[in-house]
């Protein structure tokens, strides 16, 4: 799941002054000043002249990026102050609270170009990044202190840029986390895929979601080059295989048209298993045509310093057109992300059922982050809960029906192109439940 957690330019904000409910239209001066986010570790500082957002730690702060206060003001005409000094900006669903600071904090300054290409410098910024940010390191039963002593032995400041690397995407896939790794950069592009060749280079992936469509439906249509394609099972089951929670603007009347296909079958499989994520709310917006009730799905919430911040309850609303009646959702390993909160959504309503393997058990929004030295990373810093209280990370939500898929993704993958030789064990329970 690809979801940003850096500010945004745009900002709607409610106020509500101290001594009145009336919004008030701040001045430039109001907003002049240094802003310290709830749990993203960012500070944000404006002045006349600039907007300048910086990374930070208590090891470390420096400049992230930089636009003119002219194109700031451009983008945002009516700001407003909460009641508590703060102010809030809203990214999708998302709420975002910015606190002023009495003053620039001391950390907050430009990097030396020693600071930008020194390995030690640039461990201890990841690490301590990791430490005051990442929420998840009991939940992975990782102790980051030892992990920090079994790394900072392995290098030195001489060590080369692609070794050392390498070394850092180690330290973190420690963590086993879908949303915690690095972006390779571009100048090791090469040495990165020589190093990471596959010998099976076959894309059991794609080849295993033909296999299905071939074997069970008729009359197969797809939207948007295959995030979705669906068909009949039989003249009684509609099948929906959605493979993509990635944003697209038509996603409400794309799902329209799918429903009223299957508008006149028993009941309905949504298969998830090939879903990778994408964005929270294209998965809300496609679940609203299979609900008859507006519900409060699950909150989040992000770390801040020794507790929590941002923390929310997300409500989903039915679409005018919907389609109500049984629906199973098929599961694996493969379901992460954006496909794992929908299914979170899911376990709110009764006319759901899941059936496969528990999903992939990562949650968290991405917040993105970059080294002194340039390379890109990105790690968990959020809470999703659902309504009834658990935290399903690392394990993943579990199905009603359960498929002894194997853990690893492409085992899971190829074990399933060789199983719809015989059958599909998951479409084939549906079939015997709705009997």
């Known amino acids: ?15 509500i002054c101290c001594k009145s409910s009336k919004k008030e239209k701040l001045t430039k001066a109001d907003l ?10 960012e500070i944000i500082e404006i002045n006349d002249s600039l907007v300048i957002s910086y990374y930070s730690s208590n090891f470390n702060c420096y400049p992230n990026w930089k636009i003119s206060r ?13 009641d508590d000094g703060s102010f809030t900006n809203k990214e999708g669903f998302t709420v975002y609270t910015y606190m002023k600071l ?13 600071q930008k290409n020194n390995n030690t410098y640039n461990f201890e910024t990841l690490w301590n990044t990791f430490n005051e940010q990442y929420v998840f390191f009991k939940e992975r039963n990782i102790n980051w202190d030892l992990i920090k002593k079994k790394y900072k032995s392995k290098f030195t400041d001489k060590t080369e840029p692609f070794e050392f690397y390498l070394l850092l ?50 009359n197969v249509k797809t939207y948007n080059d295959g995030q979705i394609y669906y068909g009949l099972i039989g003249n009684d089951i509609g099948y929906i295989q959605l493979n993509s929670m990635e944003q697209v603007d038509d996603i409400h009347s794309i799902t329209d048209s799918v429903i009223y296909e299957i508008r006149n079958t028993k009941a309905c499989i949504i298969d998830l298993r090939f ?21 409060n799905v699950y909150s989040k919430k992000r770390r801040f310093r020794d507790g929590f911040a941002g923390n929310q309850t997300i409500k989903i609303e039915p679409s005018k057109n919907r389609y109500t009646k049984e ?11 954006a496909a794992e909160t929908t299914i979170l959504a899911t376990l709110n309503f009764d006319n759901f059922k899941k059936i496969g393997s528990n999903t992939s058990g990562a949650f968290s929004d991405i917040l993105n982050k970059k080294l002194p030295n340039g390379w890109n990373y990105w790690l968990s810093n959020e809470v999703y809960e659902g309504t009834n209280g658990k935290n399903y990370e690392v394990y993943g939500i579990p199905p009603d029906y359960q498929i002894d898929y194997p853990r690893e993704k492409e085992q899971f993958l190829k074990s399933l192109y060789f199983e719809l030789d015989k059958e599909d064990r998951a479409i084939v329970k549906v079939t015997e439940l709705i009997e």
Request: proline content about 3%; overall charge negative.
């Open 1 to 15: 799941m690809f979801k940003k957690a850096i500010f945004v330019i745009i900002i709607s904000i409610t106020a």
């Open 169 to 218: 995407e180690k330290m973190v896939l420690e963590l086993k986390d879908a949303h915690s790794d690095f972006e390779v950069p571009d100048e090791f592009d090469v040495q990165w895929h020589n190093l990471n060749k596959k010998i099976d280079t076959i894309d059991y992936k794609t080849l295993t979601q033909r296999k299905i469509l071939k074997k069970y439906l008729k």
């Open 70 to 82: 002219e194109y700031f003001n451009n983008q945002t005409p009516t700001i407003t102050l909460n």
């Open 327 to 337: 629906i199973y959702v098929l599961t694996s390993s493969y379901t992460v992300s």
């Open 102 to 114: 009495k003053e620039k904090p001391q950390l907050c300054t430009d990097l030396t170009e020693n």
């Open 275 to 295: 879903n990778g994520g994408g964005d929270d709310l294209t998965g809300l917006d496609f679940l609203s045509h299979f609900i008859n009730k507006p519900c």
């Open 32 to 41: 002049n000043g240094y802003w310290e986010q709830q749990g993203e570790g």
